[in-house]
């Protein structure tokens, strides 16, 4: 991953492209952004089932959050 992924505005696509993440977890993490407005904090991502504290960290050098722009929606 060249630069940080935003796990605000990531497709699934991108989302698959982090260690671990297959197409599952991708629409796991972009149905928590959904339903919650988005990740407020890096750490939000520990309560996407399947993520717990080892792949977060593993994850967390690879993600950035970034509000979602209006157009990126």
């Known amino acids: 991953v ?3 992924i935003n796990l605000n505005t990531a497709t699934s696509v991108e ?3 982090l ?3 297959g197409p599952a977890m991708a629409q796991r ?4 952004r959904q339903k919650n ?3 407020k904090k890096l750490e939000d991502l520990m309560q996407v089932k399947g993520i717990g ?3 977060f960290l593993k994850l967390k050098p690879l ?3 970034a509000p ?3 157009t990126d929606r």
């Open 2 to 4: 060249a630069s940080p």
């Open 15 to 17: 989302l698959e492209k």
């Open 19 to 21: 260690p671990g993440v």
């Open 29 to 32: 993490i972009i149905d928590y």
């Open 37 to 39: 407005n988005g990740f």
């Open 53 to 55: 504290e080892k792949t």
């Open 63 to 65: 993600v950035t959050i």
């Open 68 to 70: 979602a722009r209006a």
